[in-house]
């Protein structure tokens, strides 16, 4: 069960835009992460991007997400958190992994 205060970050890599939806080529990928997002949201989980140019404090915020980011550098990104958790680092989660998370939060249900 998902409850209001449930909250997923992405700690995205540099790109162009907030969504990366922009320029002369789509990256599918980002298609299917804009795409989680849109559907997370319909069923009441707040989403939320940083793009660490734009909103550095929310990498500094994050304790794991820093300590991945100095230790791996652009590599380590994305970092996907649950509710503060670390769920996935160096690649987008599918829908079904961040709903996986979601279910095994305890803050979630």
């Known amino acids: 069960m998902i409850t209001n205060g449930t909250r997923v970050e992405i700690f995205d890599p540099p790109m162009c835009c907030s969504s990366g939806l922009c320029g002369p080529t789509i990256d599918p990928v980002l298609l299917d992460v804009n795409e989680m997002v849109?559907?997370?949201?319909?069923?009441?989980?707040?989403?939320?991007?940083?793009?660490?140019?734009?909103?550095?404090?929310?990498?500094?915020?994050?304790?794991?997400?820093?300590?991945?980011?100095?230790?791996?550098?652009?590599?380590?990104?994305?970092?996907?958190?649950?509710?503060?958790?670390v769920i996935k680092v160096g690649a987008y989660p599918t829908l079904a992994e961040v709903q996986a998370a979601l279910n095994a939060d305890p803050a979630s249900g």
């Open 38 to 85: 849109l559907k997370l949201n319909s069923q009441g989980v707040a989403v939320l991007r940083y793009l660490m140019a734009q909103q550095p404090q929310a990498f500094l915020n994050n304790a794991e997400v820093y300590r991945l980011v100095r230790e791996k550098e652009l590599a380590a990104l994305p970092v996907t958190t649950v509710n503060g958790r």
